[in-house]
């Protein structure tokens, strides 16, 4: 009798366990702040070409960084997506990701644009110039970011708070070029010319300008670059109202940042989680990035979209943006004691 329960047992183990050499099918776990309409369709074509599966969670960049943390090493997650250098290297300073090597990316995206340690990878570009009205301000009144301090702009320039992390990215890069001394007291004197108290996004910086609240806006390009491509016309008719005027040509150049792809430290599927984030920094991954979502490739010598090109070449700061993260605690004091809200 016993040895028969072990045989049916034995039959049964075996019929559950599937065909010999039957494996589960490829997958990859990928945790993205960007929305699903701007990451999906490079997912597939990700499928398609490897047939590995992308299980896809979306959320906002601060929650799943939060998410993360609080399911550690249990996390499901192989792969973090998210947008600001700042944000990678609060992920990097939390332990939610760990490094890793890719002669791929180290071959595809320049250094500046990746962690010194190989945590984190920028797969696309960010440019944050001045905006400016068309008939309101020649742009031969513009010059840098150091000259929106100047009292010609007293009530004129429409930016979001200081609690947004392009912004406080913004003055990293400043207190890197500027020391802290110097970029305080251009601080003090650039809050005293906001038009108005700092509210909403981007956008709402652009269409405030449009409507004639400033004559600046401080505005990341791609959110532009949705407005034009707007179905609500009210949002493509203030986007055409305003031209990009690219600052600091003369010396360190724009300031930019990325967004960009982490492995996290709960990776199970790390071969094809390192796969994935090789595969989006493929020319046609980044040419698709510049296409869809206006932002600008993070690798060298791809096509741009003809609305990218339309606000001409201009030179980019080339500070490592590991200094972003490393800065913004004394950026975010510092944009306190300035009396930015």
Known sequence: MNKLRIVFWAIAIFLMAGPIGASAAEEVNLYSARKEKLIKPLLDQFSAQTGIMVNLVTGKADALL???KSEGINSPADVLLTTDAGRLHRAKVAGVIQPFHSAVLKNAIPPQYRDTEGHWYGLSLRARPIMYVKGRVNPSELSSYEALADKKWKNRICIRSSSNIYNQSLIASMISANGIKKTEAWAKKFVKNFARPPKGGD??????????????????TYYLAGMLKAKDKKQRAAANKVAVFWPNQSDRGSHVNISGAALTISAKNRANAIQLIEFLSTPKS???????NGEYPARKGVKMSDTLNSWGKFKAD?????????LNPKAVMLMDRAGWK
């Open 286 to 292: 980044q040419e698709w990035y510049a296409e869809t």
């Open 66 to 68: 939060k998410k993360l």
């Open 203 to 220: 956008r709402d910086q652009i269409k405030g300008a449009a409507s004639g609240q400033c004559d600046i806006a401080i505005a990341n």
């Open 318 to 326: 080339d500070l490592n943006l590991v200094n972003l993260g490393k």
